[in-house]
């Protein structure tokens, strides 16, 4: 068994035991899909070279987050991960609109503050379909998506 594979079943199964605890909160069905979504994202990004730095950045400036923060080579990448269960009302990567990508860009703008140096970067926007259950049936990368 391929070591993301043991680590995706290993984080399924503890979020699961969360679930059983006391206290273990039920999100609403939306948030777990999404919650899986970038899941999904964060191992596929990996797998195609991204060494990623940063899962759910928020500031506290700002009422977005930043769903996964890597390193494409040598350009940083903000990356948007967007997750649907059908196609039926608009592709997922529509929902990235101009209003999204000014929060997305401000909560960057943060981010670059805290580095050192000035990296180039882009955004990119992953999305994710789980039209047949637990397994993505389809994950596409959109590289450099917008320009802030």
């Given at each position: 068994?391929?070591?993301?594979?043991?680590?995706?079943?290993t984080?399924r199964?503890l979020d699961?035991?969360a679930r059983?605890?006391?206290?273990g909160?039920?999100k609403?069905?939306?948030l777990?899909?999404?919650r899986?979504g970038?899941?999904e994202?964060?191992f596929y990004l990996?797998?195609?070279?991204?060494v990623?730095?940063a899962r759910?950045?928020?500031?506290?400036?700002?009422r977005s987050?930043?769903?996964?923060?890597?390193?494409?080579?040598d350009?940083?990448?903000f990356?948007?991960?967007?997750?649907?269960?059908?196609r039926?009302?608009?592709a997922a990567e529509?929902?990235v609109?101009?209003e999204k990508?000014?929060?997305?860009a401000h909560?960057?703008?943060e981010?670059?503050?805290?580095?050192?140096?000035?990296?180039?970067y882009r955004?990119?926007?992953?999305s994710v379909?789980?039209?047949a259950?637990?397994?993505?049936?389809?994950?596409?990368?959109?590289k450099?998506a917008?320009?802030p």
């Amino acid at each position: 068994m391929p070591s993301g594979r043991l680590t995706r079943l290993t984080l399924r199964a503890l979020d699961s035991a969360a679930r059983l605890l006391p206290g273990g909160k039920r999100k609403a069905e939306h948030l777990n899909t999404g919650r899986r979504g970038e899941e999904e994202a964060y191992f596929y990004l990996r797998e195609n070279g991204y060494v990623m730095i940063a899962r759910n950045y928020r500031s506290p400036r700002s009422r977005s987050e930043l769903d996964l923060v890597g390193w494409d080579g040598d350009m940083l990448c903000f990356i948007e991960v967007k997750t649907r269960t059908t196609r039926a009302v608009q592709a997922a990567e529509v929902a990235v609109d101009a209003e999204k990508q000014r929060d997305l860009a401000h909560v960057a703008r943060e981010f670059l503050r805290k580095m050192k140096g000035n990296p180039t970067y882009r955004f990119d926007v992953v999305s994710v379909y789980f039209e047949a259950g637990e397994r993505p049936t389809e994950i596409t990368l959109f590289k450099n998506a917008f320009s802030p």
